[in-house]
């Protein structure tokens, strides 16, 4: 009498299911995606998605942190690349316009667009993680200009980062959002050149 042997499942790769839902989430934006979607999507039942990431919430936080540590826009690198504060945040703005547009599924920066979810934990989330791009922003521009100008040129530099980002997300071509960020630079030209004249 022959005995068959049951082969057992491969166990579930918990790192793996969180690239997996980085794309989902980077996609289609938080309150899009289900729970539903996201245990099709790691091929696994509802209570071993609670079991491995405690909620869509958490599971939600860690794809986030994934993002931010293999997918950000490299803005240390950026800003250390030399050159006039001006060239170096236009060349921001250009680098930022090119990652965003790099993949024709996963447009826009993560981090930026879940600040706009309707679900206020997950946007909350992302807007504290966002906070760590701000302040290497805010420092680079503060060893730059002005203190009186600090504030003002770092709100520019956000919105336009922000502004390029969802600008991806509406299916903005690459080569159009360049030349946006080219045009940005050119009013930084101006503001850096008007705050070193007040200064001296």
Known sequence: MKTTTRQRRPAFDREQGVLVAQSLFHTHGYDAVSIADLT?????????LYAAYGSKLELFERALQSYIATDFLPLEA????GGTPSKVLTDLFIAA????????????????EAMRADDEKAAAIATK?????V?????????????????????????????????ACLGYS??????????????????????????K
């Open 129 to 133: 993680l966002a906070g760590l791009g």
């Open 40 to 48: 099709q999507a790691l091929g696994v039942v509802p209570p071993s």
């Open 97 to 112: 316009a090119r990652h965003y547009t790099r993949d024709p599924v996963r447009r826009g920066c993560m981090v930026t």
């Open 174 to 199: 690459q080569g159009k959002l360049v030349e946006c960020s080219k045009i940005a630079g050119k009013a930084l030209d101006i503001e850096f050149a008007m705050a070193n004249a007040k200064s």
């Open 78 to 81: 950026i800003l250390a690349s």
């Open 135 to 167: 302040k290497v922003i805010r420092a680079y521009v503060a060893a730059n200009a002005p203190a009186s100008e600090v504030d003002h040129i770092t709100d520019y530099v956000l919105m336009t980062l922000r502004g390029i980002s969802s600008y």
